[in-house]
């Protein structure tokens, strides 16, 4: 079993930036690929972003590529997302995902939610405009 916790959302106007953070229990989490999702009110949940076992690829949504940077220091079995210039239109409850065997990563299934096993329980970010 896989724990997932996520921090780090709140209240920012727009144009401002957050970095959310998600630790994970497990002692292989070098293994697993991470996933970040949100969900608006009245929405499906949308892809965000996406990197592998290593961190040496990453996959962004186009909504978000070149405002938002997904990292991760294994060493602490935690993943971030830095957000900057945000816009209204990001507000959502932002949940992390992990894949444990890493292979979803690796097909198109990274960017949907049956692609990941284990998720957090999300964090609430609000842009205001």
């Known amino acids: 079993q896989v724990q997932l916790a996520e921090s780090g959302g709140g209240l920012v106007q727009a144009g401002g930036s957050l970095r959310l953070s998600c630790a994970a229990s497990g002692r292989t989490f070098a293994s697993y690929a991470m996933g970040w999702f949100r969900q608006a009110p009245g929405k499906g949940r949308e892809f965000v972003v996406a990197i592998s076992r290593t961190g040496g690829s990453t996959d962004y949504a186009d909504s978000v590529k070149g405002r938002f940077t997904i990292s991760r220091d294994n060493a602490k079995n935690t993943v971030y997302l830095q957000m900057n210039t945000l816009i209204p239109e990001d507000t959502a409850v932002y949940y992390c995902?992990?894949?444990?065997?890493?292979?979803?990563?690796?097909?198109?299934?990274?960017?949907?939610?049956?692609?990941?096993?284990?998720w957090g329980q999300g964090t609430q970010v609000t842009v205001s405009s």
């Open positions: 995902a992990a894949d444990t065997n890493g292979n979803s990563y690796f097909t198109f299934r990274r960017r949907l939610p049956d692609g990941y096993e284990y």
